[in-house]
DNA sequence: AAGTGGATCAACCGCCTTGTT
DNA sequence: TAACAAGGCGGTTGATCCACT
C-alpha cells in the first residue's frame, strides 16, 4: 500500500521561484479567487511545480497580506511570549501576528531570539535560566508572587468593570481559553501530567507536549479540573472563565456576533491571557538591552 | 582580490491531522 | 471503521550574502 507521493517528481523543477512563475501562480489565485486544490493547481496554471511546492510559494510569500520587513519590538516581544506558551507551534503563534507566517516566525526565533535568550541566561526551550542554583525554590518564590500579583490585578480589573464590560472581557478570556494557548495550557495543568506545578509555571515554561484534542472541554476542564489550574487562591479569574461560561451558554449558537466581537478585540483577549508579571518583565527587549547582545 | 565562516531565509522533506468515501 | 487524499506543520537544508582576514 502506502502513501502516494504528493507529485510525481519527475520532471518538476525544484529551487528558488522565478518572476515568471510567481506571476503565474499570483494571476491564476487572483482570477479564481483561490487556490482551489493545490494538487490541481500545477496541471491547471502549466507551473512545473508541485501543489506543495505551490502552496508554500503563496502561504510564505506571494499572499497579499503577508507583511515584510523587520520585526518591531512589539512583535518580538509577543513571539517571546507566546513561545514561552506555545512552545515550537510556529502556525499557532502566527496565527496572533497579523502578516506573520509561520515560517518567517521560526527563522526569526532560531536566527534571533533563540540567541538572545541564550545570551541572557535563558534556556530557549524552558524560557527558565540555566544555571539557576536552587533554582526550583527562588523561582517558585518569585512565581508564587507573580502569580499572586496576577490575582490581585485581576480582582481590581474585575471590580472596577461594569457587568456589561465584565462580561465582554470574560467572552475574550474564554476565547483565548477554547484557542490553543488555552489547550496548551490544559494539557500542561493535566493532573496526571503536572501535578505540582502551578499557574506561574505556566507564564514560562514552553509545551511541547503537542497538540490537544479537547477543543470542546474547556469550561468544565477548568470547573472540574481536580488540578485546579488556577490554584485556589486564584477565584479571580476562576469567577472570570464561569462568566464565560454562563455567557456562551446565553448567546451559544449566535456565530456571527462572536466573530464580530472577536475581530474587534483580538488584542485584548490576547493580553488578558499574556497579561502576567513575567512577561510585563521584557526589559531586555527595549531601550539599549534590545539591541542584540551578540 | 581571494578565501573563509557565520548569518539569513526561502524552500524542501517527511510526518501528522483532517476530511471524504 | 478503514483506507485514502489532501492540506498543514515543524524540522532541516542549502543557496546566497556579507563581514572579516
New binding site residues.
Given amino acids: ?4 507521493p ?1 507529485c510525481d ?1 519527475k520532471g518538476l ?5 522565478t518572476a515568471e512563475e510567481d506571476e503565474v501562480l499570483t494571476n491564476y489565485i487572483k482570477k479564481n479567487g483561490g ?7 500545477p496541471k491547471m496554471t502549466g507551473l512545473l ?5 505551490c ?3 503563496w ?3 506571494l499572499r497579499p497580506d503577508i507583511k515584510r520587513g ?1 520585526f518591531t519590538p512589539e512583535e518580538e516581544k509577543l513571539v517571546i511570549q507566546l513561545h514561552g506558551i ?10 496572533q501576528l497579523p502578516g506573520r ?4 516566525i ?3 526565533w ?3 531570539l533563540k ?1 538572545r535568550l541564550k545570551a541572557l541566561g535563558l534556556d530557549p526551550k524552558t524560557h527558565q535560566p540555566n544555571h539557576a542554583p536552587s533554582a526550583s525554590s527562588s523561582i517558585s518564590t518569585r512565581h508564587m508572587a507573580q502569580w499572586e500579583g496576577a490575582r490581585l490585578e485581576a480582582e481590581a480589573r474585575l471590580s472596577s468593570l461594569n457587568t456589561t464590560k465584565t462580561t465582554h472581557h470574560c467572552d475574550h478570556f474564554l476565547r483565548m481559553w477554547n484557542s490553543e494557548i488555552g489547550d496548551s495550557f490544559r494539557n500542561f495543568h493535566k493532573p496526571d501530567h503536572n501535578q505540582n506545578k502551578n499557574i506561574n509555571s505556566f507564564c514560562l515554561s514552553p509545551l511541547s507536549a ?2 490537544s ?1 479537547n477543543k470542546c472541554d474547556s469550561v468544565s476542564a477548568v470547573t472540574t479540573n481536580a488540578a485546579d489550574p488556577f490554584g485556589s487562591s486564584n477565584n479571580a479569574v476562576k469567577q472570570e472563565l464561569l462568566c464565560a461560561e454562563e455567557d456562551v451558554v446565553q448567546h451559544h449558537g449566535s456565530d456571527s456576533s462572536c466573530s464580530n466581537d472577536l475581530e474587534d478585540s483580538s488584542d485584548t483577549a490576547l493580553q488578558l491571557l499574556l497579561d502576567f508579571p513575567i512577561y510585563n518583565d521584557m526589559s531586555f527587549l527595549e531601550g539599549n538591552s534590545f539591541v ?1 547582545p ?1
Fill in positions: 500500500m502506502g502513501r502516494t504528493c517528481k523543477k525544484k529551487g528558488p521561484w487556490h482551489g486544490s493545490w494538487r490541481s493547481l511545480r508541485c501543489g506543495k511546492s502552496r508554500l510559494r502561504t510564505n510569500y523587520p506555545l512552545g515550537n507551534r510556529w502556525a499557532a503563534i502566527a496565527s507566517t509561520d515560517n518567517e521560526k527563522n526569526f532560531n536566527t534571533h540567541k503537542g497538540s484534542s542584540c551578540l
